[in-house]
């Protein structure tokens, strides 16, 4: 399984997406708002997931916001941080 | 100079049927910061006995904004004491607006401020890994923020201002930065990566408890004064994610020219609680105890002068109803 399938299964699972499977999030579609339709309390969910999951802390805001784009931008940020 | 006092809270700041924005006009802040100036603190409590009488006689749509809250606290008032109730606590609301102005304006050394826990308080910081301190539209809570350089730490807090609010903050009198960082809920996300990359430094977030901006998915229903009214978990969603603890804060007047800050109670979320918002009720029952704990000993100290009630009432909020949406 490759690191963008992994991500996509933790948060459909992680956060309780009904009716979402994780082959259905598209990789350049929004996390928050129209796209995916993570809310902000979310985010604070994801956070805890990545450190959890992938051993990869967001430390700061202007980390989140580059990263919090798409599951692309997503996985690029895991990854140059050695996402496990 | 009554005014829907500022707001905090929720993770995205989209005011819908409340507002942050002063009743009274700029002129009426001006007069008001004047007499300070010249007349001192006790001048200005004159001239806002009128103004509250005022209100309270001739402007019952603004005065009648604290009846929610005063039916449910004051149950079997009848027609005159309803009107005093009203008078009081718009007294005191403006006591605590001209206390503000007096900290900027003739200094912090005006106002008297004891704080009972501030050891226990302490001891929560210095554990190293963050601090929530949740609070209420209740006392002055600008004094309890000009006394918070002991905690060691810097302090944020989530604040939203609508543009046209004329009622300065304390620092803003002296034309100075603020003590505090400020987290503004309409940024990216509510601000909750801000929010969180300060509890991560093992710093302070300060956040109110009694209102909701963003949201209402991320609101559970609580009882507060015998009615349902619906909460924001955010600060319990973060403490629980960052592992840090909430202490519940509040600040009440105490004398002519003090405030009493004290540590009503610490809340502990655990790092696992289960999915969902229910998992977070008992924890917003926690504060929402507190508060009305609070109003039970202070019952003219409460100005968050928005209908708590009205839209859990409106939906016949039950526990586990809308919850885990």
Not at chain 1, 34 to 50: M, R
Not at chain 1, 66 to 82: C, D, P, Y
Not at chain 2, 16 to 23: D, E, L, Y
Not at chain 2, 213 to 235: A, C, M, Q, Y
Request: charged share 30%.
């Amino acid at each position: 399984m490759t690191l963008k399938e992994r991500l996509k299964q933790v948060i459909v699972e992680g956060l309780n997406l009904e009716e979402i499977r994780p082959e259905d999030i598209e990789d350049e579609a929004p996390l928050f708002g129209d796209g995916l339709g993570l809310d902000s309390l979310d985010a604070v969910e994801l956070v805890v997931l990545l450190e959890k999951h992938f051993g990869v802390e967001v430390k700061n805001m202007d980390e989140g916001r580059a990263a919090f784009q798409s599951i692309n931008t997503l996985v690029k940020f895991m990854e140059e941080r050695g996402a496990r | 100079m009554p005014r829907n006092m500022d707001s905090s809270d929720s993770l995205r700041a989209e005011p819908k049927t409340w507002s942050s924005r002063s009743v009274g006009g700029s002129l009426q802040h001006r007069i008001f910061y004047r007499l300070i100036r010249f007349g001192g603190r006790k001048a200005a409590y004159g001239l806002l006995f009128f103004v509250a009488l005022y209100y309270t006689l001739f402007r019952p749509s603004i005065s009648r904004k604290a009846d929610p809250y005063l039916e449910r606290r004051f149950k079997r008032a009848g027609f005159f004491k309803k009107r005093l109730n009203r008078f009081r606590i718009y007294v005191n609301f403006g006591k605590g607006l001209v206390d503000k102005a007096v900290v900027g304006i003739l200094g912090p050394e005006e106002i008297r401020v004891s704080f009972d826990d501030q050891e226990e308080l302490l001891h929560l910081v210095r554990r190293g890994k963050g601090l929530i301190i949740l609070t209420a539209h209740v006392g002055c809570w600008q004094a309890a923020m000009a006394v918070l350089h002991f905690l060691e730490r810097p302090v944020s807090l989530l604040l939203h201002r609508e543009e046209g609010d004329v009622d300065l903050q304390y620092y803003e009198h002296q034309g100075g930065p603020p003590p505090f960082r400020i987290i503004d809920p309409r940024g990216y996300l509510g601000g909750v990566l801000e929010m969180w990359e300060v509890l991560k430094k093992g710093e302070v977030l300060c956040i109110m408890g009694d209102r909701v901006l963003g949201e209402e998915k991320n609101t559970v229903p609580v009882r507060f004064l015998g009615d349902w009214v619906r909460l924001p978990i955010s600060p319990f969603k973060l403490a629980g994610a960052a592992g840090v603890p909430i202490a519940v804060l509040f600040s009440c007047k105490k004398g002519a020219d003090g405030y009493r800050l004290f540590l009503e109670r610490v809340i502990r979320v655990p790092e696992e609680r289960g999915r969902g918002n229910s998992a977070f009720i008992p924890y917003a029952e926690a504060f929402a105890q507190a508060l009305e704990r609070y109003v039970r000993e202070y019952p003219y100290e409460f100005y968050n002068f928005y209908d708590l009630w009205a839209e859990a009432q409106t939906e016949k909020a039950t526990p586990g109803r809308k919850v885990d949406s």
